[in-house]
């Protein structure tokens, strides 16, 4: 299960979705993101799937990679799709057995939740994937550049994002070959309660929260030692510009946020 979780990864490439600017590709994402909960009918999210599926296959990324991906998650869209599906009254019932009842409302609603859940995982994936941490955190920084007016540590939280993202797939890593090391040991995570496999958890955390911490001081100290003081007065190796294909590709997204909003308003 562990390995299934792939938030954080990049795929080097040079396909266009790799070579779009990154703050093209976080507008895109908040466009994508707006389109996506703006969808209120099939056409609407048959539009934005198609949508994502153009993406992915424009990226070059495996598409069993986007639904391994998806398998962590599983637990919270079955729970989502079982809270719409049995507690949503409607104006028809489908199925009333007893005190469980399906209405037309909640089987639409279950259904729709999650195509919308996955499809806004598989989106926001598709950005890591291609486009790596540096990027991401020049990216948001140039993006935010105006609230240093402010006061406000811009670059700093453009930095820990991305550090943030760098380290999950080591901290996933990390937690593996500890479960490993204790299940060789003869620890037990699968058999018993919710209650003894929480409890069962403790041997992991406890190590892997020192690991972190550990991690976090060896680079405290290797950036103090390279005297790192934040992003003022700081230069880019790659200085982001806009080409034509970002003007494109925003156009495209404002495009498709404005055919949502015309299904949602005519009911289509």
């Known amino acids: 299960m562990l390995k299934d979780i792939t938030l954080g990864q990049y795929f080097p490439g040079n396909t266009i979705a790799h070579r779009l600017d990154p703050r093209t590709k976080i507008l895109l994402v908040a466009l994508y993101i707006v389109a996506l909960f703006c969808a209120k009918n099939i056409f609407s999210y048959g539009l934005m799937a198609l949508t994502l599926f153009g993406c992915v296959k424009a990226s070059k990324v495996p598409f069993k990679t986007m639904v391994k991906g998806l398998k962590p998650v599983v637990f919270i869209v079955v729970f989502t799709a079982v809270l719409n599906l049995f507690f949503t009254p409607g104006e028809r019932n489908l199925v009333e057995v007893g005190f469980i009842r399906i209405s037309d409302t ?36 140039q993006l935010l550049n105006g609230l240093k007016r402010f006061r406000v540590p811009v670059h700093e939280l453009a930095m820990m994002m991305s550090i943030a993202l760098r380290f999950i797939p080591t901290l996933i890593e990390e937690t593996d070959k500890i479960m490993s090391a204790q299940k060789a040991r003869g620890a037990d995570f699968e058999s018993g309660n919710l209650l003894e496999k929480a409890k069962a958890l403790i041997p992991i955390l406890v190590p892997l929260f020192i690991s972190a911490f550990r991690r976090a001081d060896e680079l405290a100290t290797a950036m103090e030692c390279r005297c ?41």
């Open 228 to 268: 790192y003081h934040g992003g003022e007065g700081r230069t880019k190796l790659h200085v982001l510009k806009y080409e034509g294909r970002d003007y494109a590709a925003l156009a495209g997204g404002a495009v498709i946020l404005c055919a949502v909003l015309v299904l949602r308003h005519f009911g289509l």
């Open 106 to 141: 909640g089987l639409s609603n279950a259904v729709f939740m999650v195509a919308r859940i996955l499809l806004l995982i598989m989106g926001t994936f598709l950005m890591t994937y291609t486009t790596s941490p540096i990027s991401l955190t020049d990216g948001l920084e």
